[in-house]
């Protein structure tokens, strides 16, 4: 291995990064020397590159430039250029910008996302390195993303943990094998293959399971009628293993996406916070969220029909609209769904949130408690930032916006 201070050893690291074949063991190289020297704060004009692929050109246009330059003294420069350059990537291609009344949007939002250098394990300490004896060395913690966990409680109160079991039948609950069948994911089968509907309708009873999520898990369930649910981080859903009579009705707490399996003889029934959701078969993501100020319904295909409870009062949500239910209900026209399932596929994406919206997303996933410190800013946020990203990471990120952040163990203190 090429000694760290070779310049021909960054550039060979970095474009091994960007186009994703670098090793477990050069990541760890290359993660170290990027984590050395970024925390520069960084302006990029709005008319440098028109698009992120030209910036990046750019950016390691100059880099290249610099290396090839024989001074002796170039190899520190080198050094501040690639982590500068690492970090612009990285933010810019994170799609994060931001705007207050007074303020611009500085960074441009990045169609594509590319992976900012991260570490392991799940909680880890890093030491910063003293720059002289009498540098005291300030340690602090980070808390990686989360990841696959649930529990499943069976009908007779067994509780299994799903992220600790083995691929394999789980249990036999009403007439249905539980199986988990692969990392993050449970599936409800029959036992046998031909059941008479009659049959099973007279002599199986109603046999109820949950699943639930933790702060920091997420999970993907197949239900006894072929229907798909992704629960998101602190939910829950509550089932019958069987879809008796002539409703298929499941019980959410907190968010989930459903991909539900048609049948024109049982409508599906989702009972949430003060609504129920109708559909025979169709694609839609319900956010419940206790500490959320409205119920989010966002319909991507097919129809469904919300209903209030505590009014009767419905509406049918054609594709691309979200029904918010608060004191009453709203339906509004989305410029895409993109925001509302941006968590199945792996990101957070604001529009227009507010610090608030932004950090009880963070709190979920991150199995972390937020303090805000003084007056709240007034920012905008809106962009992409990858969900599999540190806890460090993610802040950082957030702190080009000039908000700051102190982490405390679990606790997450915003700052002005």
């Given at each position: 291995?090429?000694?760290?201070?070779?310049?021909?050893?960054?550039?060979?690291?970095?474009?091994?990064?960007?186009?994703?074949?670098?090793?477990?063991?050069?990541?760890?190289?290359?993660?170290?020397?990027?984590?050395?020297?970024?925390?520069?704060?960084?302006?990029?004009?709005?008319?440098?590159?028109?698009?992120?692929?030209?910036?990046?050109?750019?950016?390691?246009?100059?880099?290249?430039?610099?290396?090839?330059?024989?001074?002796?003294?170039?190899?520190?420069?080198?050094?501040?250029?690639?982590?500068?350059?690492?970090?612009?990537?990285?933010?810019?291609?994170?799609?994060?910008?931001?705007?207050?009344?007074?303020?611009?949007?500085?960074?441009?939002?990045?169609?594509?996302?590319?992976?900012?250098?991260?570490?392991?394990?799940?909680?880890?300490?890093?030491?910063?390195?003293?720059?002289?004896?009498?540098?005291?060395?300030?340690?602090?913690?980070?808390?990686?993303?989360?990841?696959?966990?649930a529990i499943l409680t069976l009908g007779d109160g067994t509780k299994i943990i799903l992220d600790d079991a083995k691929n394999g039948i789980l249990a036999n609950q009403g007439g249905n094998s539980v199986l988990k069948a692969a990392e993050g994911e449970v599936i409800y089968s029959f036992l046998n293959e031909v059941k008479d509907p009659l049959i099973e309708e007279q002599n199986t009873p109603v046999i109820y399971n949950t699943i639930e999520t933790p702060k920091g898990g997420k999970f993907q369930i197949k239900l006894p009628d072929g229907s798909k649910v992704w629960l998101?981080?602190?939910?829950?859903?509550?089932?019958?293993?069987?879809?008796?009579?002539?409703?298929?009705?499941?019980?959410?707490?907190?968010?989930?996406?459903?991909?539900?399996?048609?049948?024109?003889?049982?409508?599906?029934?989702?009972?949430?916070?003060?609504?129920?959701?109708?559909?025979?078969?169709?694609?839609?993501?319900?956010?419940?969220?206790?500490?959320?100020?409205?119920?989010?319904?966002?319909?991507?295909?097919?129809?469904?029909?919300?209903?209030?409870?505590?009014?009767?009062?419905?509406?049918?949500?054609?594709?691309?609209?979200?029904?918010?239910?608060?004191?009453?209900?709203?339906?509004?026209?989305?410029?895409?769904?993109?925001?509302?399932?941006?968590?199945?596929?792996?990101?957070?994406?604001?529009?227009?949130?507010?610090?608030?919206?932004?950090?009880?997303?963070?709190?979920?996933?991150?199995?972390?408690?937020?303090?805000?410190?003084?007056?709240?800013?007034?920012?905008?946020?809106?962009?992409?930032?990858?969900?599999?990203?540190?806890?460090?990471?993610?802040?950082?990120?957030?702190?080009?916006?000039?908000?700051?952040?102190?982490?405390?163990?679990?606790?997450?203190?915003?700052?002005?």
């Amino acid at each position: 291995m090429k000694p760290l201070s070779s310049n021909e050893r960054y550039q060979e690291l970095a474009e091994k990064w960007l186009n994703h074949t670098i090793s477990p063991q050069e990541s760890e190289e290359f993660f170290q020397w990027y984590n050395s020297d970024q925390d520069n704060d960084i302006y990029i004009p709005n008319d440098y590159a028109e698009s992120d692929q030209e910036l990046k050109k750019r950016i390691f246009a100059e880099i290249n430039q610099n290396i090839s330059d024989p001074v002796s003294s170039q190899s520190y420069y080198t050094h501040k250029w690639f982590a500068v350059a690492a970090l612009i990537i990285a933010v810019i291609t994170a799609g994060l910008f931001f705007r207050s009344e007074t303020k611009q949007i500085l960074l441009p939002v990045a169609e594509n996302i590319i992976e900012e250098p991260k570490l392991t394990p799940t909680e880890r300490r890093i030491s910063s390195v003293p720059e002289s004896e009498n540098t005291q060395t300030v340690v602090v913690n980070d808390i990686e993303a989360g990841e696959n966990k649930a529990i499943l409680t069976l009908g007779d109160g067994t509780k299994i943990i799903l992220d600790d079991a083995k691929n394999g039948i789980l249990a036999n609950q009403g007439g249905n094998s539980v199986l988990k069948a692969a990392e993050g994911e449970v599936i409800y089968s029959f036992l046998n293959e031909v059941k008479d509907p009659l049959i099973e309708e007279q002599n199986t009873p109603v046999i109820y399971n949950t699943i639930e999520t933790p702060k920091g898990g997420k999970f993907q369930i197949k239900l006894p009628d072929g229907s798909k649910v992704w629960l998101n981080a602190a939910s829950s859903l509550r089932f019958p293993t069987v879809f008796n009579g002539s409703k298929r009705q499941v019980e959410l707490k907190g968010e989930a996406y459903f991909e539900v399996s048609p049948d024109q003889s049982k409508v599906f029934e989702v009972n949430t916070r003060n609504q129920v959701v109708q559909v025979l078969g169709t694609h839609f993501n319900i956010n419940a969220y206790l500490d959320e100020p409205t119920v989010n319904t966002t319909l991507l295909e097919g129809s469904v029909r919300v209903s209030d409870l505590r009014t009767n009062i419905s509406q049918l949500l054609k594709p691309g609209e979200q029904s918010k239910l608060s004191e009453q209900m709203e339906v509004i026209n989305l410029k895409n769904t993109n925001e509302a399932v941006a968590w199945k596929e792996g990101y957070f994406q604001f529009d227009e949130a507010d610090i608030k919206t932004v950090m009880r997303q963070i709190e979920r996933w991150y199995d972390v408690s937020v303090v805000y410190e003084g007056d709240l800013p007034n920012y905008r946020f809106g962009g992409e930032i990858e969900r599999n990203l540190s806890l460090l990471q993610v802040l950082k990120i957030l702190e080009k916006t000039k908000v700051h952040f102190r982490l405390e163990g679990r606790e997450v203190i915003v700052m002005r």
